[in-house]
């Protein structure tokens, strides 16, 4: 896979919920931080994600905020 965007989090999927037309996946990346994304249905279909695959959070972003 090649892709643009650099803050590319491998992790392992622990959860996939889907609802009526988004379903959260949730990505253990380690360290006790677990990256949750809401998806379509659709694409967790597609990219046939199941709990115990192996995946990337992969997040692109033109602003972050940080705050303290």
């Known amino acids: 896979m090649k892709i643009s965007a650099r803050n590319q989090l491998k ?30 249905n659709e694409a967790v279909d597609d990219l046939g994600l199941q709990t115990g695959d192996e995946a990337y959070a992969i997040i692109k972003a033109s602003d972050v905020m940080v705050a303290k």
Do not use: L, N, P
Request: net charge positive.
């Open 11 to 40: 992790g392992r999927i622990v959860g996939v919920a889907k609802g009526q037309t988004t379903a959260h996946v949730r990505i253990d990346i380690g360290g006790g931080v677990v990256v949750t994304a809401s998806i379509t």
